[in-house]
């Protein structure tokens, strides 16, 4: 995912809705979403939209929340097409269960990007072990933590202070003074705040 400020922001306009790819800064008044909330460029009369393009759309954006190519998205499908239960439901909580998406959630990183690179670099700790796979998917009781030098622990500490007014879901426990987090449960539906309809989802999947 590009790192250029004006380009994320226009992929939200664009969308015309917060994607929250830019971590707490889409919280504030600085948001471009909340400075200019129409799409970029030139400006023309909508064309009249098709159920195709709709689901489209949608599959589109959870892509770009989660930071998914098209294959890692297929991945996840197939896994929770094969789950018990809804299989929309099990595609959210699969993704949200991402340690990259952990760690921002935990308010570790200030971005995806930031956490994404945490996880890589070998940064993110879990129970005790390094693991350097973003795409990781923690379970309950799984406790994670940031780990590195100064430099590290000062991007973290930095990312915790600036996400002191970010809720934190049920699912997860957060130590900010240790920079640590822990894994209570699975997410459920309704932990999940993006807004996705993962039923239009599904609906273009499964054709």
Known sequence: MARNDKNVCKLCRREGLKLFLKGQRCFSEKCGVNRRDYPPGQHVRPKKGTDYGTQLREKQKAKRIYGLLERQFQHYYTIASRQKGNTGENLLILMERRLDNVVLNLGLALSRFDARQMVAHGHVYVHGKRVDIPS????PGDE???????????????????????SLPGWLEATPADLKGKVIQLPKREDINHPISEQLIIELCSK
Not at 136 to 139: A, E, F, N
Request: net charge positive; hydrophobic share 35%.
């Open 144 to 166: 994670i933590q940031i780990r590195g030098n100064d430099k590290i622990k000062k991007k973290a500490t930095d990312a915790v202070e600036m996400n002191k007014g970010q």
């Open 136 to 139: 990781y998917l923690v379970r």
